[in-house]
């Protein structure tokens, strides 16, 4: 059964933590490419806003049949068997999501979420920094190998995020923690210390994801007219091209998300909505 963690678990627990985090400091490797493989990553993603967390990862090889990865303590952690007609075309990349639970004790969220909570200090254990292997295999048992790094360097979240629905400029400024995945303020920098090798203020940020998006139901297709980018790192505001905002439907609703991104690809997310385009009562 899964171990579930309270806040006050965190004081309890981080600083033995820290004795085992404070030895994955490894550099980041290139992944691309990435041994065999054309690409290969496995990052962590947080989203600032609702407090969760997840681990996603990506492999992009050639003609595979099969693709699995293994983490640093040697334990398989993906297995993907293409069959049928899949294994006739064959597998090339494949990317893929962890669910995202949350990381901290919403007081406003369902008793069931509640106990699905997995905290930062949690998430960290389950999935140890380090090196995490990919292969794959072909028609005539060819082997593909290559490795990758996770680190523990996350991003702080992006704060002040705004819109002027005059201009379409999105603009936001740099943040100093993980927002709710770190969110009680007499314990926030205790967790950012103490559960991470480096405080998310001091994390090198390589670049910012911008996502303009309709905040719409699941299933209208207005939901794909996103614009997204990425930015330079001392760039603070972007602006949203009014031929992309004209072309959206009379009173669409709409958020915002901008994101911290390493250059390990770890990022960290903030999220703003209440936005309400080409109308006023959306």
């Not at 002040?160 to 770190?182: E, K, Q, R, Y």
């Not at 007219?225 to 009014?242: D, E």
């Not at 958020?255 to 936005?275: M, P, R, Y």
Request: negative net charge; contains cysteine; charged residues 25%.
């Amino acid at each position: 059964m899964k171990e579930k963690y309270s806040i006050s678990n965190i004081v309890l627990k981080a600083a033995a933590v820290i004795g085992v985090v404070g030895m994955f400091t490894t550099p980041v490797t290139a992944t691309e490419p990435c041994g065999d493989f054309g690409e290969c990553k496995a990052i962590i993603e947080i989203n600032s806003t609702d407090g969760d967390v997840g681990f996603h990862f990506l492999m992009d090889g050639d003609d595979l049949n099969s693709a699995g990865i293994r983490d640093p303590d040697g334990r398989k952690v993906f297995e993907d068997q293409a069959k049928g007609p899949l294994r006739e075309q064959k597998l090339t990349e494949t990317f893929a999501e962890s669910a995202e639970p949350l990381c901290w004790l919403d007081p406003e969220a369902d008793a069931e979420d509640l106990e699905d909570v997995v905290t930062l200090e949690y998430f960290l254990e389950r999935w140890p920094a380090g090196t995490y292997s990919f292969t794959g295999s072909g028609d005539g048992g060819e082997k593909s190998e290559g490795q990758t790094e996770l680190t523990y360097k996350l991003p702080a979240a992006p704060t002040n995020l705004v819109f002027n629905d005059m201009t379409g400029i999105i603009s936001w400024m740099p943040g100093n923690d993980l927002g709710n995945c770190a969110s009680n303020a007499e314990l926030a920098d205790l967790v950012n210390n103490l559960v991470l090798p480096i405080h998310p203020e001091f994390v090198m940020i390589a670049a910012w994801e911008v996502v303009f998006e309709p905040d719409v139901a699941d299933g209208d297709p207005t939901g794909n007219l996103k614009f997204t980018v990425r930015v330079p790192p001392l760039q603070t505001s972007v602006t949203v091209p009014a031929d992309y905002l004209l072309s959206l439907p009379a009173n669409t609703p709409a958020k915002i998300e901008v994101g911290a991104i390493t250059a390990d690809d770890n990022a960290t997310f903030t999220e703003e909505d209440g936005i309400c385009i080409n109308g006023v009562s959306c």
